[in-house]
Structures are given as structure tokens and as C-alpha cells.
């Protein structure tokens, strides 16, 4: 079936192209142990940009896309966040993006295949039609449609449910990981048994948490330790004004405190983050992409004694003195993507969130005449919004709601 879409290609002039592209219905499975299965044709109605897909752009100029093709195509059509129409359910849905051969997509190993929509060996939601696996289609909320159209401000906040679903993973990574590295200690402080010592461990994990950077992920986390641990000490750190409205809504969000990284040395912003937290971090939160982020964890203190070092950046080496790391009983781990629960979890929270205020939309002609000039000169430029979508078919949006 050919029909319009953006998509991938290798070369270094045209990375990404809007036009005539054929789609195919591949089999798939969600999970491992589950048939592999048709997919079924959904319709794209709002879709979001991510910086994965930059990420894809730039590897498509430097000729090294192509193991991120479908199966047969010279090209992969982009896009991963967004709300999609099932023409033959007769309802709305949001796509998993990730499925294969794997029980677990947060736990997969090295003998194990998958793919993601739009990212991955698998075409995407940038297109008119896509096929997907009928399984990975998930429910959104009852409420919002209303004479066969879709609220534009449900949305605007379903566009984050990937990243939002990624967060609620990390969470409970730190929560099993606290819990299983200070529980004993607790057993001896407390003087309690072992199940209430693991409660006491998981809470205390998020005494005092470092987020370094402040893209939406970041945002996201705090928002979701906030909301299970209200009690929790929270300090972003990134570069933005403090008076800016990222900042302000951030710090909203997660009831947190904010610490702008504009010293003349490291030594004084980590003094600074301390001195906000009112002492050394339990879990420190890297989500900026850069390199100091490690250095003021561990070469400047910032993290302290039996803490959890998080790594969400997915970019800066990670580089620490083994003798205290080794003393002080840190945690390094890194992960990322999400089970299907997780992203349901995800669905049902930001039905209710305001995350519409921090998405902009820019217009599907301006985008699709020029893609790459939009990506660089709109979408990723600097100053550009924390997030920006487009409405693909108007047809199933009421953008009065």
C-alpha cells in the first residue's frame, strides 16, 4: 500500500523525506512465547517529535541507518509518540512501541531480537496508514471522544506517554534497587524485621534526589517521585533561568527546588546542590546528556554513602575513582524502555495532568514541505519548545477540547 509519509534515508543532503512511501503488513509478536501476528491498519491522528528521532536524522546524514530498516526496505518510517485511529475497532488507541523476541523489553539479552515502531526495524506513526501488531494498540481513556473526534488537549498530554512510561520504569528500578541495597542497614537502625526494613530502605531512597537536567524526562521523574514520596528532598540542576517558564512548571510539578548550573567552578555548583538538599544525595538523576554530570556526582561528592547513580543520558562516558565509589557503596546502573503496564500506568496519569501546557504544535504543511529544515531550524533548534507535535488528520481532532 503506498501513501504518504515522512521517513529515513541514508544520505547526507536528504536524511528525511516527505512523500510517497509503501508500507508493509510484517508479522510480529509482542512478546516472546506469543504468536507472531498480522498487523492491522491504524490511522495517525497527532504525533510528537523526540530527540531519538534528531538522533536518527543525523545517523541517516553520517550513512549508518541502515540496521535500523524495516526488513526489505531502503528506508524507516519515523515517529513513536502519538495517538493513532483503529478504523476496524472503531476506536482510538496509543501504540507500544516495543515488542519481539524477549519476555521482558526492560530485561532483554543479548540472544534476543526487537524492534520499536518508528525507530527500530519497524515503520512508524509519520505516516497516513501504518500497520500494527493488534496487541500493542492500547486503550485510552473513556471520555474524550465526542462525535468521532478526539480531544486536542488529551492529546497533547497522551504525546508523552512513551517518555512518561520510560520514567515510571526508572522509578521502580531505584525502588528495587534502594530497597535491596540498604535494607539490612535499615534491619539494624530500626531494629525491625525484614519486610518492614525493605518499606523503610525503598522510602528512604528518595530522601534526597539529584536531577541533573531538566528535558521532559527529568521533569517526569521528579513529577513521579513527588507523587509517590511526597516527602522527598528534589533539586533540578540544569542551565535555564530561574525564572523561566520550564523551570517554574517544573518545579510546580515536583514540589522541588532548583539549582542553576552557572558557577564559575564545579566545586561551587556541587556545593550548591548540597547545600539545597541539605546534605549529600541518596539518588543522583543524570538526564542532561552531558559529561559533568558524573563528575559532580562522584569527583565533587554530590552523590553520597550507599547512594543510587542513575544514568538515563544514553550519551556521556561515565568515568569514577574506584577507591571511595568502592568505599561509599554506590549504585551505578543505567536502563531504559518499559514494560506495557507501565505505559497503561502511564495513559491513566496523564489523563489528568496538565503536560498539554508544554506542547506547542506546529502546522503539518510547514512541517512536511521542508522536514529536515524543520527539524533544525524549529523543532531542535536552541529555544525550541519542550516538546512540539503535529496534528496529522484533523479529521479526528477537536481542537475546541
Known amino acids: 500500500m503506498i501513501v504518504k509519509g515522512t521517513y529515513f534515508q541514508n544520505s547526507e543532503t536528504n536524511p528525511l523525506v516527505y512523500g510517497d512511501v509503501e508500507i508493509h503488513n510484517i508479522k510480529r509478536r509482542r512478546l516472546r512465547g506469543e504468536e507472531e501476528k ?3 491498519l491504524a490511522e495517525s491522528v497527532f504525533v510528537g517529535f523526540c530527540g531519538t528521532d534528531y538522533t536518527l536524522m543525523h545517523m541517516g546524514k553520517e550513512n549508518n541507518l541502515s540496521h535500523k530498516f524495516p526488513e526489505g526496505c531502503n528506508r524507516l518510517i519515523n515517529g513513536h509518540e502519538g495517538v493513532v485511529w483503529v478504523p476496524s475497532e472503531n476506536r482510538f488507541a496509543i501504540v507500544l512501541i516495543r515488542g519481539g523476541n524477549s519476555y521482558d523489553p526492560t530485561r532483554f539479552t543479548e540472544e534476543e531480537t526487537y524492534f520499536e515502531y518508528g525507530c527500530d526495524q519497524a515503520d512508524g506513526l509519520f505516516s497516513d496508514k501504518n500497520y500494527y501488531n493488534p496487541d500493542m494498540l ?29 520514567m515510571i520504569f526508572q522509578r521502580e528500578r531505584m525502588e528495587d534497587l534502594g530497597e535491596a541495597q540498604n535494607f539490612r542497614v535499615k534491619m539494624a537502625q530500626y531494629k525491625c524485621s525484614e519486610e518492614k526494613a525493605r518499606e ?23 513529577d513521579l517521585i513527588h507523587q509517590r514520596y511526597p ?30 548550573s552557572a558557577f564559575d567552578t564545579k566545586e561551587e555548583l556541587a556545593e550548591a546542590i548540597k547545600e539545597k538538599l ?58 531504559i524502555n518499559f514494560r506495557q503496564d507501565h505505559m497503561e500506568e502511564a495513559i491513566r496519569i496523564l489523563q489528568n495532568s496538565c503536560y498539554d501546557e508544554i506542547v506547542e504544535l506546529i502546522d503539518k504543511e510547514t512541517f512536511t514541505n521542508d522536514p529536515v529544515g524543520a527539524y533544525e531550524n524549529t523543532i531542535y533548534a536552541k529555544g525550541a519548545p519542550m516538546k512540539t507535535a503535529v496534528i496529522w488528520n484533523e479529521d479526528y481532532v477537536d481542537g475546541g477540547r
Open 138 to 166: 492500547l486503550e485510552i481513556p473513556d471520555g474524550y471522544v465526542k462525535d468521532g473526534k478526539i480531544s486536542l488537549t488529551l492529546c497533547k498530554r497522551l504525546v508523552f506517554s512513551d517518555p512518561y512510561a520510560c
Open 200 to 222: 523503610i530502605a525503598r522510602k528512604e531512597t528518595f530522601d534526597r534526589v539529584c536531577i541533573f537536567g531538566l528535558g521532559t524526562t527529568g521533569m517526569f521523574i521528579g
Open 38 to 40: 498480522e498487523g492491522i
Open 231 to 260: 516527602d522527598a528532598k528534589i533539586v533540578f540542576v540544569a542551565r535555564s533561568e530561574e525564572n523561566s517558564p520550564k523551570v517554574s512548571f517544573a518545579i510546580k510539578q515536583a514540589k522541588a527546588s532548583y539549582v542553576r
Open 278 to 335: 541539605g546534605g549529600t544525595a541518596t539518588v543522583f538523576i543524570g538526564s542532561s546528556g552531558a559529561e559533568i554530570e558524573h563528575e559532580i556526582a562522584f569527583k565533587y561528592g554530590v552523590l553520597g554513602c550507599n547512594g543510587i547513580y542513575n544514568s538515563f543520558s544514553l550519551g556521556p562516558d561515565v568515568t569514577f575513582d574506584t577507591m571511595p565509589f568502592g568505599f561509599k557503596n554506590q549504585v551505578i546502573f543505567g536502563s
